[in-house]
Antibody
Framework: EVHLVESGGGLVQPGGSLRLSCEAS????????MTWVRQPPGKGLESVAN????????YYVGSVEGRFTISRDNAKNSMYLQMNGLRGEDTAIYYC???????????WGQGTLVTVSS | EPVLTQSPGTVSLAPGERTALSCRASQSVSSSYLSWYQQKPGQAPRLLIY???TRATGIPDRFSGSGSGTDFTLTISRLEPEDSAVYYC?????FGQGTKVEIK
């Protein structure tokens, strides 16, 4: 069974940094694209960043480009999101998702809440 | 990246009824990459339909998807109380804004 567990969320001041982790199990992590998707409180879903199986390709939504960095460690079956220069509009639940071909988000973790506030 | 617009915003129906949720793209998209997700309150989204019409593993057959080009539909026949949720369509990076289904 596919299992995705996010961690690392919390309260951070504007301009601060946070590193999210996603630990995967139950599937071949090293052969799967992975994505971070976020959801502001009471709002819809937004794809934030994704990463190819071997980490050689990474894509970001424009609003986080230059501030967020996605990475992965296939030896640890883990994906990360380093978030710098955090803003109030980054406040959201952050989900990690396992992709199937075509950018389909096949499995989701339970999410971790990031709150950016002074 | 196409903009996906969903309608209606909210629908309220009785158990056993049927509903069709619309997802309209601002430009033609490949049906191979059109997906639908269900999100219940306090839960993560769950993949329902991919490739516009293929049900994901474990999804009951009262959920069906159809469409091509710019117009796609998620149909839920024989609504059950547990179908109360927000439904999102998605294509690559883009998500629709969601349709809330309420069961009376």
């Amino acid at each position: 069974e596919v299992h995705l567990v996010e961690s690392g969320g919390g309260l951070v001041q504007p301009g601060g940094s946070l590193r999210l982790s996603c630990e995967a199990s139950g599937f071949s992590f090293s052969t799967s694209w992975m994505t971070w998707v976020r959801q502001p409180p009471g709002k819809g879903l937004e794809s934030v960043a994704n990463i190819k199986e071997d980490g050689s390709e990474k894509y970001y939504v424009g609003s986080v480009e230059g501030r967020f960095t996605i990475s992965r460690d296939n030896a640890k079956n883990s994906m990360y999101l380093q978030m710098n220069g955090l803003r109030g509009e980054d406040t959201a639940i952050y989900y990690c998702a396992k992709n199937r071909p075509g950018g389909i988000y096949e499995n989701w973790g339970q999410g971790t809440l990031v709150t950016v506030s002074s | 990246e196409p903009v996906l617009t969903q309608s209606p915003g909210t629908v309220s129906l009785a158990p056993g009824e049927r509903t069709a949720l619309s997802c309209r793209a601002s430009q033609s998209v490949s049906s191979s990459y059109l997906s639908w997700y269900q999100q219940k309150p306090g839960q993560a989204p769950r993949l329902l339909i991919y490739g516009a019409s293929t049900r994901a593993t474990g999804i009951p057959d009262r959920f069906s998807g159809s469409g091509s080009g710019t117009d796609f539909t998620l149909t839920i026949s024989r609504l059950e109380p547990e179908d109360s949720a927000v439904y999102y369509c998605q294509q690559h990076w883009s998500f629709g804004q969601g349709t809330k289904v309420e069961i009376k």
